[in-house]
């Protein structure tokens, strides 16, 4: 069995938010893990992912961390993630806009129940945001391509992003979709959503 390492993917259109800069930093000097840091620049975030997927798998990781740029977590964060040893694991945090919108997806149902059912904030969902999100790389074996990419409806609106396509295919595939609402990361705006 090979040694777990951790490939943290940038995907970004040439600049990075010096808050995401210093979380980086703080997280590659206390990871338990080795780790490589890659970066991809280009304007269309989904195939930055793919490349980053790519480059993860040839420089023999076994999971990569996708870290968006603009991002803020504690130095923590991955450590954390990397101990729920499972498959596919993310974190809440809102997109950039108000009133603040989780990037986690799950039914009405479970949703409502969440602080009942799970008290110690780890339970599935149905799909969650690429902005810190831990990959084992063998999942990519099991998908066929494209790994990310984006659904529209028939007036060109975004109906489906690259992150929930990505947990969709995952999900048929047999993939659990987890999150780890202990684990707090902001998104970084005008304010840190």
């Known amino acids: 069995m090979k040694e777990t390492s951790v490939a943290i993917g940038i995907p970004n259109t040439g600049t990075i938010k010096t808050k995401t800069v210093a979380s980086l930093v703080a997280t590659i000097r206390n990871l338990h893990h080795p780790n490589v840091l890659l970066m991809q620049e280009g304007s269309v975030l989904h195939w930055n992912r793919e490349e980053l997927v790519k480059a993860a798998i040839k420089r023999n990781a076994t999971h990569i961390l996708f870290v968006d740029d603009d991002m803020v977590f504690d130095k923590d964060a991955a450590n954390r993630l990397m101990e729920r040893n499972k498959d596919i694991v993310g974190v809440h945090y809102n997109c950039r806009k108000f009133p603040a919108t989780t990037t986690v997806h799950m039914d009405a149902e479970k949703k409502k129940n969440i602080q009942w059912e799970n008290p110690d904030g780890f339970m599935t969902c149905d799909a ?23 659904k529209s409806n028939e007036q060109g609106e975004v109906e489906e992003g690259e992150d929930y396509w990505f947990c969709r295919k995952a999900r048929e595939a047999g993939y659990e979709i987890f999150v780890d609402l202990t684990v707090k990361v902001g998104h970084q705006g005008d304010y840190i959503y």
């Open 128 to 150: 969650v945001g690429t902005g810190f999100l831990l990959i084992n790389l063998d999942v990519f074996k099991k998908l066929d391509h494209p790994w990310f990419f984006w």
